[in-house]
């Protein structure tokens, strides 16, 4: 099939055609069965007519979609094969005895070959009809695509694809619409991801664009087939296209770009290296005002971020002068354009872009140093953090969470986390202050909660110790009565006062005094089905360890606590040992209580 492909369209056709030449000859030329023969060479010629007009129509233009051809060439030149062999047979005068059984089985031979011609000749007629631009997609059926009734439908589709024809976008949009795998699978092996790219890059149409993104997204759902258009060039397609595009195909194809980021980590790459972060910040931010950070910011520094966000907003205004409305060459007239469509558009419309935009930077900047590094170059934190502190919902939601993908990565990367989350940074502050309000105030909603608890783990080391807000925040999340946040905030804890951790004394005498190791005890008493709790026992591990004579350890019972659970999670987790062990050395110095069995205290 390769190797097939590879032949150029002329060259596969130029074989039947010469074929056709041949039985047409032999067929004239023979001597018996003249009426069989007269008939096989009509069907023939009739059929090489069709092929010759298969070849110019090839050759007219490279653009041509010549799969159907190449593929019904195939049973074509077999059909061909066959008559060519009957005929032949022909050649002389039967002059034996055994003519007449002979003519019993020839006569059957020909009405086989004919029947198969004629099939043929079915499917060469189909095949150039959709290539015809006048006529509507030609929804009946050929003979080659009995077995495979999808084929028929596919074909027409993308030939009209080819020929700029907007409906077929739409039909493909449907046809790949839901879990029908075959119909997917099929699209991708017929081609069809080239023309929709190219409708995509090339319509003026503003349905055919958000049909071909649609066909495209919903084709973006397995990795071999994301990896297919990205070797059609759809990453620098969709990057070069999402800035200037309409709002409502923006929305496609940020969600294009969100999908085929999730599913392969490459593709992933490719984006950041186009720059569609740039784009993507402006988008969200569309609405943001960030005067206020202009005054605040140092005045030797100026806070280059809002000079970024301003010089993209520029640059995508400019771009859109070129889109839908060539005829309007006046300068102004993109952006005024631009403005006019946000205004006109729906508030579903705008907030579903906000949305997916922000759901695409969470799975672009996930698990990506070079991602996160973009994003938090173009200062996207204070956009984030505005958005965050102004809206609700499943955006506040994707906000937070870009924002912890960001602080994940940049906790195990010192130079993107000093770049990115500086706390004497106007954004890291900025972003910070609704982290904390997020904890604060939207305690009952865990979908808030849960991220800006777990971006604030990721940025202990940044911490300094005279920062005593957020462990007090954090501790009074370990009371919650929701045991997914209670385990959070001992996570997050967890990393303010673990070994790495420079203030990790500092920070311990803070949880201490703001009452967290009774806290702390009840989550650990906290009855969800046979957990472990090792985030909790960690923390308080490392309490004991870092807290010297504590009183409040001691009434909390620590000591058995930790030995208590210490056999059990060290064999789960043997890299603990160290810690466990240490802590109940520490505990028992200053436990009294312990004291009998200390002795014989192994971990
Ligand atoms: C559709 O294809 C069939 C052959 O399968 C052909 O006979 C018919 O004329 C075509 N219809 C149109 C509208 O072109
Ligand atoms: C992306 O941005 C960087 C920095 O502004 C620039 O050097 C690079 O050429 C851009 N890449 C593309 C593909 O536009």
Redesign the pocket.
């Known amino acids: 099939m390769a190797a097939e492909e590879e032949k150029p369209i002329q060259e596969v056709l130029s074989l039947p055609i010469l074929l056709a030449d041949r039985v047409v000859k032999s067929a004239q030329d023979a001597q018996s069965f003249k009426p069989e023969n007269a008939k096989l060479a009509a069907q023939v010629t009739e059929l090489s007519h069709h092929l010759r007009s298969a070849a110019r129509l090839a050759t007219s233009s490279t653009a041509v979609y010549d799969r159907p051809i190449r593929r019904v060439s195939v049973d074509l030149t077999k059909s061909l094969d066959r008559a060519l062999t009957i005929a032949r047979k022909c050649r002389r005068k039967k002059t034996n005895v055994l003519h007449h059984v002979l003519s019993i089985t020839a006569a059957a031979d020909f009405l086989k070959v004919s029947a198969v011609l004629d099939s043929s000749l079915?499917?060469i007629?189909?095949v150039l009809?959709?290539f015809?631009q006048n006529?509507?997609i030609?929804?009946?059926?050929?003979?080659i695509a009995a077995t495979d009734p999808i084929l028929a439908w596919v074909w027409p589709y993308i030939a009209a694809l080819h020929m700029g024809q907007p409906e077929a976008a739409n039909e493909l949009a449907t046809l790949t619409h839901g879990s029908n795998e075959r119909n997917k699978k099929i699209i991708v092996e017929e081609n069809g991801i080239p023309p929709l790219l190219k409708m995509l890059k090339e319509s003026r149409n503003l349905e055919a664009q958000i049909a071909a993104a649609t066909a495209l997204c919903n084709l973006a759902d397995d990795r071999s087939r994301v990896r297919t258009i990205a070797e059609a060039l759809g990453v620098q397609i969709v990057s070069k296209l999402l800035p200037e595009a309409h709002m409502r195909v923006q929305v496609t194809l940020v969600n294009l770009v969100a999908k085929m980021s999730e599913m392969d980590s490459d593709v992933r790459e490719d984006f950041g290296r186009e720059n569609i972060t740039r784009p993507l910040v402006a988008l969200l931010g569309v609405d943001v005002d960030l005067d206020e950070f202009k005054e605040s910011a140092n005045p030797k520094k100026p806070v280059n971020s809002i000079h970024s966000l301003v010089e993209i907003n520029k640059e995508m205004t400019k771009k859109s002068i070129h889109s839908y409305d060539s005829s309007n060459s006046l300068e102004g007239s993109g952006k005024r354009r631009k403005e006019k469509e946000r205004e006109s558009e729906s508030p579903e419309v705008k907030s579903s872009l906000k949305l997916s935009c922000a759901n695409a930077l969470r799975k672009l900047a996930r698990g990506s140093l070079s991602n996160s590094k973009k994003i938090t170059e173009t200062k996207a934190l204070l956009v984030l953090a505005k958005t965050i502190e102004t809206e609700s919902g499943d955006l506040k939601t994707n906000c937070l969470m870009v924002v912890m993908e960001l602080a994940a990565v940049a906790e195990s990367n010192y130079d993107l986390k000093r770049a990115a989350f500086k706390p004497t940074s106007t954004a890291a502050k900025v972003v910070l202050d609704q982290l904390l309000r997020v904890i604060n105030e939207d305690y009952q909603n865990p979908a808030f909660v849960v991220p800006a608890i777990k971006t604030i783990g990721c940025l202990a080391s940044m911490f300094a110790a005279k920062e005593k807000r957020i462990v007090e925040s954090l501790v009074s999340n370990l009371g919650h009565k929701n045991l997914e946040i209670g385990g959070e905030a001992a996570k997050a804890l967890g990393k303010f006062v673990c070994e790495d951790n420079y203030n990790r004394k500092e920070h311990t005498q803070a949880i201490i005094e703001f009452n967290g190791v009774p806290k702390l005890m009840s989550l650990l008493k906290g009855n969800d089905r046979g957990s472990l709790h090792l985030h909790e026992l960690v923390l308080l591990c490392n309490l004991a360890i870092n807290a010297g004579n504590s009183k409040a350890l001691e009434q909390a019972r620590a000591l058995s606590v930790v030995e208590g659970s210490a056999r059990y999670v060290v064999s789960q987790n043997p890299e603990l040992r160290e810690l466990f062990a240490k802590a109940i050395h520490q505990l028992t110095i200053y436990q009294a209580g312990g004291v009998v069995h200390t002795t014989h205290r192994h971990v």
């Open positions: 079915a499917d007629k189909w009809s959709i015809n006529s509507d030609n929804l009946s059926l050929p003979p």
